[in-house]
């Protein structure tokens, strides 16, 4: 396991000693659970499908047996491009209890992603399925170079599994696997996340700095095993994952998943399995209690909302709010999942006033650009550092430089304040980013194929302000001498070259010239200023 960064010692040394770091493993806590309850539902999802503890603990040592005998083994990564299914989890837990680690995809991923990934990665084994919502992943399976999946084990759920690949039916067939004994500081999960850079890079947690995390996360919202997780968010994300996956099943909690988002479709799922606390970007937040509302759906078990991604709106937080919700804004990444949040015993208005306090164990800075503190409501960026943050970025030396440093805190990239009571307040970013729906897309990797197009001579991709999503891509490009160009037909390129629909951009400018620096350098700024102009003289 020599390609994945390590911990510090000395820094592991101390959070040894302080109890954040233990010898628990998440399958060792998922599996102590089953042997409590053994016939209590695990996890279910909106197709209907559930299991018990018992089932999710015999299904998922069949499924490594069949992982076994295609080679996984301990140390080696597992990629899984699969929607909130009861399966997925399934997935999750035969890999970690092989020891081997976990490399969940979002289904949003198109092909250059996928194979990004597995080269990254150098993937053991891809779990996907036949088909989901328009894509079919036979086709982008069949897309992906023969060479780069020689001697790569593939499963593929559905109903009609590619040759070649290993059906469900078949992967639950083989013999009980034995368990490997994973040791809590070895690596559990990469979780990819887009940045300045052009790819997406994995980010590389523990057992230990994922358990440290949902552990103070479930002491903060008083969570325990008789908590049922409502996760529309995809598991294949950091929130998806940590907090409805790892925390909620460690705990020996329910959890109930959806994939397939809809307002209404939501609020039903929550309020027929008793949900008690979600989490999930702004646009969740406003489609399920706006459905709540619309319905008067009834949800006497539910407690708490927890909204990340961007910045609550306050008109949004005080329409949940109207509805029951207790909505708790919280903030972090995939690098240092949540660390500030806004705690159940705050001020209503600390939803959408603040980004929270940090949680226990957990160090958060505003630092200038020469990294002094800065003092309290001057901005600058935020820095963390705690047991949860990640090791690295998996075989990236230098990009991981950059963003966690040799004292261990990790540079957010984001622009805050601290407020007076100690909360933080994020106010902006420095990375080149757009969050649209809480999904990050690096503006860089859609510039690299626009500026490859053959009508293309210079792009530009910013966010725009969206009132649902938080933003959504806008393309401003100038065009070479006599050629013209649609967003429908850069849509079309964009997908042909594999790029995911998410990262699509949803509104074209041709301009004559892009904004520059002396140094050539692309004024990013004007042109989100001339831009937000533009949209006041069309509103007026």
Known sequence: ??????????????????????????????????????????????????LSYSELAA???????????????????????????????????????????????????????????????????????????STDFRSVLSEIPASLLAGRAVVMLGDDPAPGTIGWAAALSAPAATDVAASADSPAAVLFTSGTESRSKGAVHTHNTILFGERVLAEALRAGEDDVAFMPSPVSHTTGFMHGFAMTLSMGGTLSLLDMFEGAVAAHQMAAHGATWTMGATPFLADISAAVAAENIALPDFRYFLCGGAPIPEALARQATEVGFRVLSIYGSTESPPHTMVLPNDPVENAWLTDGRPLPGIEARIVDEDGHDCPVGEPGEEWSRGPNAFLGYLGAPELTARALDTDGWVHSGDLARRLPDGSLRITGRLKEIIMRGGQNISVREVEDYLVAHSAIRRAAVV???????????????????GATVTLPELVDYLVAKGVAKFKLPERLEVWPELPMNPSGKIQKFIIRQRLAEQSEKDFT
């Not at 820094?11 to 806590?29: K, N």
């Not at 725009?464 to 070479?480: F, N, S, Y």
Request: aromatic share 4%; proline share 6%; charged share 20%.
């Open 463 to 481: 966010g725009m302000p969206h009132a649902r999503l938080g933003e959504t891509g806008c393309a401003v490009v100038v065009t070479e001498p």
């Open 59 to 133: 299904q998922s040592s069949r499924l490594a047996g069949t992982l076994a005998a295609e080679g996984v083994k301990a140390g080696d990564i597992v990629t899984v491009c699969l929607p909130n299914w009861c399966r997925t989890i399934t997935v999750f837990l035969a890999a970690l209890r092989l020891g081997a680690v976990v490399n969940p995809l979002p289904v949003t991923y198109g092909r250059a992603d996928l194979i990004h990934a597995i080269k990254t990665c150098d993937s053991r084994a891809l779990v996907l399925t036949d088909r989901f919502r």
């Open 1 to 50: 396991m020599s390609r994945f960064p390590r911990a510090d010692p000395a820094r592991a040394a101390d959070y040894r000693a302080a109890g954040h770091w233990r010898d628990d493993t998440i399958p060792s806590l998922i599996l102590a659970a089953a042997a409590r309850h053994p016939n209590k539902c695990a996890v279910r999802d909106a197709s209907g499908d559930a």
